[in-house]
């Protein structure tokens, strides 16, 4: 009688282990699933078009890069955007054009120019 009982028991064990594995299982999806929309909603687009300028990452190996130098060379000008990532640029040169992966490009930003801006201040209010 006691070998059945045990029997029974083991076989309770084995369904509840079962049920706690499956929901494991269907939580670890759903967190998943969190993780990659919450992934999904930090990644820009980069819209790249003919015409724009462009940084490109330098990723060859440097014995001694230094701290603080850039890794971002250029800019460069984008010639053609290909359907697969491909983006073909300009050379310094304005006429040779060598292919890049879309990935190793950003965009290139003009640097803040304080001669050009006018600034209007007005005077404060007493209250």
């Known amino acids: 009688m006691d070998l059945i009982r045990a029997g029974a028991k ?5 369904n509840e282990m079962e049920e706690l594995r499956n929901d494991a299982y269907i939580n670890s999806k759903v967190a998943k699933q969190r993780m990659k929309k919450w992934h999904d909603q ?13 940084l490109l990452y330098d990723s060859r190996l440097h014995i001694f890069p230094g701290k603080l130098k850039s890794r971002w060379i250029g800019p460069f000008i984008i010639h053609q955007v290909h359907l697969n990532g491909v983006v073909e640029l300009l050379n310094s040169n304005g006429i040779d054009t060598f292919r890049v992966n879309g990935d190793r490009l950003k965009p290139f930003i003009e640097s803040f120019n304080p001669e050009n801006e006018e600034i209007n201040l007005l005077e404060p209010q007493k209250a």
């Open 10 to 14: 083991r076989c309770l064990d084995l």
């Open 42 to 54: 930090l990644i820009s687009n980069k819209e790249l078009r003919k015409g724009q300028r462009v």
